[in-house]
């Protein structure tokens, strides 16, 4: 016997056995359901910008930061990191969205007798006027950055009525400790005087 005679004979005995091949593709249920995970994906991404747009609309009364230091103002050493985002001061996880407090971005910080300078790409810079700045420490983390341990450096400052918090992480693990000196510096600076 064959090959051919035995493929005839085992398609012969399979069709009257009333088996016949699975089809391929189940096509209008392919589209269903891929049309329902398409629905699912909309609805949740429109919850979040929903959700973005009423955080901003309550912290709508938050004025706007300066972005440049006072002219004549002498600022340290840029310190290059990474600006995770602005909080409410004691709640991590309360993300300011308002004048792109909230945006994550590469940025420089500059420390001086004037203030902080937050230098970023991609949103607008922050200028934190000495007499507004409350603290600084360091932190496992912040709304958009979690890094263990104690690797991020948030800064405690005053907006309008506001207290905030905002977190940075160098780079360079050196720059911590000169970032926080700075600060520290500027600090007792304001005391004396």
């Known amino acids: 016997m064959t090959t051919?005679?035995?493929?005839?004979a085992?398609?012969?005995?399979?069709?009257?056995a009333g088996q016949h091949s699975a089809p391929v593709t189940h096509w209008g249920g392919r589209i269903l359901l891929t049309l329902l995970v398409l629905a699912v994906l909309?609805?949740?991404?429109?919850?979040?910008?929903?959700?973005?747009?009423?955080?901003?609309?309550?912290?709508?009364?938050?004025?706007v930061p300066p972005s440049t230091a006072p002219e004549g103002s002498e600022l340290g050493d840029a310190v290059e990191g990474v600006?995770?985002?602005?909080?409410?001061?004691?709640?991590?996880?309360?993300?300011?969205?308002?004048?792109?407090?909230?945006?994550?971005?590469?940025?420089?910080v500059r420390v001086g007798k004037s203030g902080v300078l937050f230098e970023r790409e991609a949103a607008p810079d922050v200028f934190v006027p000495a007499e507004d700045v409350e603290s600084v420490q360091t932190a496992p983390g912040i709304a958009g950055k979690v890094t263990g341990g104690e690797g991020l450096i948030v800064l405690t400052w005053r907006?309008?009525?506001?207290?905030?918090?905002?977190?940075?992480?160098?780079?360079?693990?050196?720059?911590?400790?000169?970032l926080i000196d700075g600060v520290d510096a500027l600090l007792t600076e304001r005391t004396k005087g």
């Open 42 to 63: 909309s609805g949740v991404y429109w919850l979040m910008w929903r959700g973005w747009k009423n955080r901003a609309a309550r912290q709508a009364d938050l004025p």
């Open 10 to 16: 085992v398609a012969a005995t399979a069709t009257a």
């Open 83 to 108: 600006y995770a985002s602005t909080t409410t001061h004691g709640d991590w996880l309360d993300r300011i969205a308002v004048h792109g407090l909230g945006v994550r971005s590469n940025a420089w």
């Open 4 to 8: 051919a005679a035995v493929v005839r």
């Open 159 to 178: 907006l309008g009525g506001r207290v905030l918090d905002t977190g940075f992480q160098p780079r360079a693990k050196g720059d911590r400790a000169r």
